[in-house]
């Protein structure tokens, strides 16, 4: 999942909300707010911002399919087994509603305030970090959790003795029942442990740092104006 992504997405919504742009006054001293109003202010900010933390959601999924289909494929299935390309899609798109599911309840994107500030008596900038569950350090180690698994609970499902028996099979045409089976419950461990792995960690990742947007207000109610 690009970190980029995140970035670009806030620009592009920005630019689809941007309505009339508010110029920053530079010999305007920057008040700073009192804590009723920042309250209020924050609260009017995270408001604004859910329509663009479901439309960073959705894009990050689009990536994720995207990474399943192009990537997934070479590790899922050696090139010498005997699957019909239509059971691989099936597997890989089992593979990545998994992953969807998992990834949008465990992705806690959100929208911490740092600092709220008077541009004039109209307008104020909000500075904030745009942060999420950090999927590198939750999944860290988590194919060597799938060997050790593989070994015990999945051989142990499946009803094999070791992987050779199935290495064996995946070599053969024909019996294409018997390998959904596998893939299956392969795809289940690995799914099960990435959403342990995930729901088990708390640590954030900062996708991207000090951005800054400026709210307006408008007939006593403060609205998001532009992205700076």
């Known amino acids: 999942m690009k970190k980029l992504l ?35 202010i924050e609260n009017a900010f995270q408001k604004e911002m859910k329509d ?6 959705n894009e990050t999924l689009a990536e994720v399919k995207k990474n399943t289909f192009s990537n997934n494929a070479d590790l899922l299935f050696n ?14 798109e089992k593979f990545f509603e998994g992953c969807s599911d998992i990834y949008l309840k ?32 939750a999944l860290d ?6 060997e ?6 999945v051989l142990k499902k499946l009803g094999y003795k070791n992987e050779n028996e199935i290495e064996a099979l995946m070599l053969k045409n024909g019996n294409e029942s018997e390998k ?6 392969m795809v289940d461990e690995i799914l099960n442990i990435m959403r342990k792995a995930l729901e088990n960690v708390n640590l954030e990742t900062v996708v991207s740092a000090n951005e800054k947007a400026v709210l307006t207000e408008r007939n006593g109610q403060w609205e998001l104006s532009y992205f700076k």
Not at 18 to 40: D, I
Not at 52 to 57: F, G, L, V
Not at 180 to 185: E, H, K, Q, S, T
């Open 52 to 57: 663009i933390k479901e439309m960073i959601e």
């Open 79 to 92: 090139k010498d087994y005997k699957i019909s390309d239509l059971n691989k899609k099936k597997i890989l």
């Open 141 to 146: 180690g988590i194919e060597k959790k799938f």
């Open 6 to 40: 995140f970035v670009l997405m806030l620009a592009v919504m920005g630019n689809a909300l941007a309505g009339t742009a508010v110029q920053k006054n530079r010999n305007t001293s920057m008040n700073m707010v009192s804590a009723s109003e920042k309250s209020k």
């Open 180 to 185: 959904i089976r596998i893939y299956d419950i």
């Open 106 to 137: 465990n992705m806690k994107l959100r929208f911490a305030v740092k600092e709220i500030k008077y541009i004039d008596k109209k307008n104020v900038e909000v500075v904030y970090d745009l942060k999420m569950k950090d999927f590198d350090k």
């Open 148 to 153: 050790e698994n593989i070994r015990i609970n």
